[in-house]
């Protein structure tokens, strides 16, 4: 038996008057999915303990099967461990966004924008971050590239202190979020006069893109100790993702981080690449279980764009989840596929709730003959409903 996990990054939402009620979920063409409510078992889950925030970090934790209330240590340490960062027990990491803020008023009368600088590359973004590095970086401070919008800043003997994340706060003036510790914010202040006109910037506002023109620091914590995956299951797993956090998380369980071209966290990624990577782990590399992160409809709820987050749901059922399954059919191998969000990112408000979220578990041996369709309204109406979303994956591998 093989073990696939499909996961639509905030694919979850609200039903919304401008789809007549729907759901974006319930909107999208998902014929593939709605096959697999049909012959296997759907149920809601919470991801998110109800003493914890609602990131991705603590709900893909969950998903994997870790208690995120005894094995989250922090958000930014498990990105940090993607990108090789080596931290010491005494290091507090932050997660350190590169945002669009307005121009022209005192730092703290900006507005935020955009929290992703218009998803700018990772190549524009690191142009800005040695910007960055040769004006931060020193014996207590050190500043590492990470993917799009998405860095790492170390803290050596720093402490952990709460900050906002700025995808909550789009449109908002940002005076009331910015860090109470002085020497995080004069960083932030001061990384506004360094790169709001770098000539990277000029050129992006010269072609109409968003001006990646601020440092933004949030999600602080301490070097995690995950357990090993394979120790705690059995299997050989494996990590597919373009997103920093799920490659730190892999890297802390000890699962293979496989890495695919073109996979870049926002709509237009390599969904075909994503399923061949995974068919081929399995099929031909030997792993037991494979882990997809797709991050588009995150991306597009937080953007409120309601055509691409239902655009993005379809691209993961038809472009994505119809490869895998015909690839693992055709195969003649038995598998188990769990399909489900980590959380909710509803257009009305732009970010992450602690919703519970509809999941599907499919059984190639043991096909159920019923009608369904997969969205949060049936999922409800089945009655099954677990409420420790870190016990769904004891139940997904159950022999």
Known sequence: MKYIVILGDGMAGEPLEALDGKTTLEAAATPIMDELASKGH????????????????????????????????????????????????????????????????????????????GEISTADAD??????????????FSFYTGTSYRHITVWDQGEVVELI???????????????????????????????????????????????????????????????SFKEKTGMDGAMISAVDLLKGIAVGAGMSVINVDGATGSLETNYEGKADAAVKALLEDGKDFVYIHV????????????????????????????????????SGEDYRMLITP?????????????????????????????????NEKEAVATGNYESEGHKLMERFLAK
């Open 295 to 330: 991050e588009g409809p995150d991306e597009m709820g937080h953007q409120g764009s309601i055509d691409h987050k239902i655009q993005s749901i379809e691209f993961l059922d038809s472009r994505l989840i119809k490869r895998v399954k015909d690839a693992m059919d055709a």
């Open 342 to 374: 980590d959380h909710p990112t509803p257009i009305r408000c732009r970010t992450h709730t602690s919703d519970p979220v509809p999941y599907i578990i499919y059984d190639s041996t043991r096909q159920m003959r019923k009608i369904a369709h997969y």
């Open 127 to 140: 142009i800005l971050m040695d910007t960055i590095r040769e004006a931060f970086n020193n014996e207590e």
């Open 42 to 117: 759907m149920g809601t889950v919470s991801m998110v303990p109800a003493s914890m925030k609602p990131g991705s970090d603590v709900a893909n934790l969950s998903v994997l099967g870790y208690d995120p209330e005894k094995n989250y240590s922090g958000r930014s340490p498990l990105e940090a461990l993607s990108v090789g960062v080596a931290m010491k027990d005494t290091d507090v990491v932050f997660r350190c966004n590169i945002v669009t803020v307005t121009e022209g008023e005192p730092y703290a009368e900006k507005t935020i924008l955009d929290h992703s600088s």
């Open 165 to 227: 994340p700025p995808h909550d706060h789009l449109g908002e003036v940002i005076g009331a979020y910015l860090p109470e510790n002085e020497k995080l914010r004069a960083m932030v202040e001061k990384s506004f006069d360094l790169l709001n006109n770098h000539p990277l910037n000029l050129q992006r506002a010269a072609e109409g893109k968003n001006k990646a023109n601020s440092l933004w620091f949030w999600g602080a914590g301490t070097k995690p100790g995950l357990g």
